[in-house]
């Protein structure tokens, strides 16, 4: 007797499923495939992220009244600190760095201690464009996700109504009639569906699941800049004067 739960029913039925049906299952799969590779990628990356954000916050709230010294201490650690807001604190103190001029070579002007608004305020797009690619990248590849589940499910149905749609041409081939004379093939046929199902249901958990992560990050992300910024403009940006 066949059963679902029969390794050599699977078999059979996709060995004697038709080249669409084929065409269908392989596809559905390969969907699989990719959708659970991006999960377990993003997932890891995810958990990197979090784990290095969760050390750097605890190195800032120690060290915030001292962007300069903060700032050497986390340039040893930058590479294996995987996250994005060392992403933005990196790159705000460079440009800040480059404002006050403390990069210059032997013989120039001593450098300033203060930047202009203007400064400050390129400082702060430079600073906004970094968070925003860092989470560009993050979002990387989820379109994936959400074509599965979006199509996983009619890829499914289409390959049913085209496994009924051949159990009644066999019907009507053989001249036979009744219930039983296509009741395996429309079973058969309704595998497909549940198949779409399998490939769609853990995508879409997944890609609930990761975008939650992205969303939390991202809110981090935001207080972190803000506080940053708030310190830059109280510590080094200076009044402009009529």
């Given at each position: 007797?066949?059963?679902?739960?029969?390794?050599?029913?699977?078999?059979?039925h996709f060995a004697t499923a038709s080249i669409t049906a084929k065409a269908i299952y392989l596809l559905l799969?390969?969907?699989?495939?990719?959708s659970w590779a991006i999960m377990i990628r993003k997932g890891l990356l995810l958990h990197r992220n979090a784990?290095?954000?969760?050390?750097?916050?605890?190195?800032?709230?120690?060290?915030?009244?001292?962007?300069?010294?903060?700032?050497?201490?986390?340039?040893?650690?930058?590479?294996?600190?995987?996250?994005?807001?060392?992403?933005?604190?990196?790159?705000?103190?460079?440009?800040?760095?480059?404002f006050l001029g403390r990069e210059q070579g032997p013989g120039a002007a001593p450098a300033r201690t203060r930047?202009?608004?203007?400064?400050?305020?390129?400082?702060?797009?430079?600073?906004?464009?970094?968070?925003?690619?860092?989470?560009?990248?993050?979002?990387?590849?989820?379109?994936?996700?959400?074509?599965?589940?979006?199509?996983?499910?009619?890829?499914?149905?289409?390959?049913?109504?085209?496994?009924?749609?051949?159990?009644?041409?066999?019907?009507?081939?053989?001249?036979?009639?009744?219930?039983?004379?296509?009741?395996?093939?429309?079973?058969?046929?309704?595998?497909?569906?549940?198949?779409?199902?399998?490939?769609?249901?853990?995508?879409?958990?997944?890609?609930?699941?990761?975008?939650?992560?992205?969303?939390?990050?991202?809110?981090?992300?935001?207080?972190?800049?803000?506080?940053?910024?708030?310190?830059?403009?109280?510590?080094?940006?200076?009044?402009?004067?009529?």
């Amino acid at each position: 007797m066949r059963t679902p739960m029969d390794t050599h029913f699977w078999l059979r039925h996709f060995a004697t499923a038709s080249i669409t049906a084929k065409a269908i299952y392989l596809l559905l799969l390969i969907l699989s495939v990719v959708s659970w590779a991006i999960m377990i990628r993003k997932g890891l990356l995810l958990h990197r992220n979090a784990r290095a954000t969760r050390s750097f916050l605890d190195l800032y709230r120690k060290n915030r009244r001292d962007i300069p010294g903060l700032y050497r201490q986390i340039g040893g650690a930058k590479a294996r600190l995987e996250s994005p807001l060392v992403a933005v604190f990196t790159r705000g103190c460079e440009e800040l760095q480059s404002f006050l001029g403390r990069e210059q070579g032997p013989g120039a002007a001593p450098a300033r201690t203060r930047i202009g608004p203007h400064q400050f305020a390129t400082l702060t797009r430079t600073a906004t464009a970094v968070e925003d690619k860092y989470f560009l990248d993050l979002e990387h590849l989820l379109i994936i996700l959400a074509t599965t589940i979006s199509a996983a499910p009619f890829l499914g149905l289409l390959g049913t109504v085209w496994g009924i749609l051949e159990a009644f041409q066999s019907m009507g081939s053989q001249g036979a009639t009744g219930v039983t004379a296509v009741g395996s093939g429309i079973s058969e046929a309704l595998i497909a569906t549940a198949f779409g199902l399998v490939v769609a249901i853990p995508a879409l958990l997944g890609y609930n699941f990761i975008g939650a992560r992205i969303r939390e990050l991202a809110g981090e992300a935001d207080t972190f800049l803000a506080d940053f910024l708030a310190l830059v403009e109280r510590d080094y940006v200076r009044e402009d004067r009529p």
